[in-house]
């Protein structure tokens, strides 16, 4: 199981790049809080309709409420419930983009990528030629932060 929260699908929703993430990976689950951030941005966007209508978004309820209300004094619903999700159906991966997130998920031993990730795996797989175009978009156009350091390392492990 491929569990996400919102900033990796929100991210190649921005790019119209979801095809990457269908090229990766066969289905990708989120919690209800995360069905609900995306929802409420892009109820209609093409792109995001067609992936809940080929059941490539699939929405999962959390059952450990516990666990959530105790992520959630160092985190957000969607993230909380995303690493919960993960932790209840022992997932091959979690999409994280949150460095709190991130963290936390290390600590519970959840497999992690984030957008950048997902982009690295993109051009090693061929599905594109270049994570700078991407990352840079991200950037500019879309106000996603990425430290200087962390760019230049995203290129240099991409051979860009």
């Keep these: ?13 921005h790019l119209d790049q979801m095809e990457i ?14 069905y609900s951030e995306i929802e409420a941005y892009f109820s209609d966007d093409n792109q ?19 666990k959530i209300k105790e992520l959630m004094t160092h985190l957000h619903t969607g993230e909380a419930e995303a690493l919960c999700l993960c932790i209840e159906n022992n997932a091959k991966l979690c999409l994280l983009d949150d460095r709190d997130a991130r963290i936390i998920a290390r600590l519970n031993k959840i497999p992690i990528s984030g957008t950048l ?5 993109a051009k090693e797989m061929g599905i594109i030629e ?28 991409s051979g860009e």
Excluded at 1 to 13: A, D, G, Q, R, Y
């Design 48 to 66: 995001w309709q067609k992936c809940l209508e080929e059941d490539f978004i699939i929405r999962a309820e959390v059952q450990t409420s516990a």
């Design 21 to 34: 993430l269908k090229k990766i990976f066969k289905e990708v689950h989120v919690p209800m809080a995360v």
């Design 117 to 121: 990730g997902v982009l690295m795996k």
């Design 130 to 157: 270049s994570v700078k175009e991407l990352m840079d978009r991200l950037r500019i156009d879309h106000h996603y932060w990425i430290d200087d350091a962390m760019y230049n390392n995203v290129l240099n492990l």
């Design 1 to 13: 199981m491929i569990v996400s929260n919102t900033t990796p699908i929100s991210n190649f929703l």
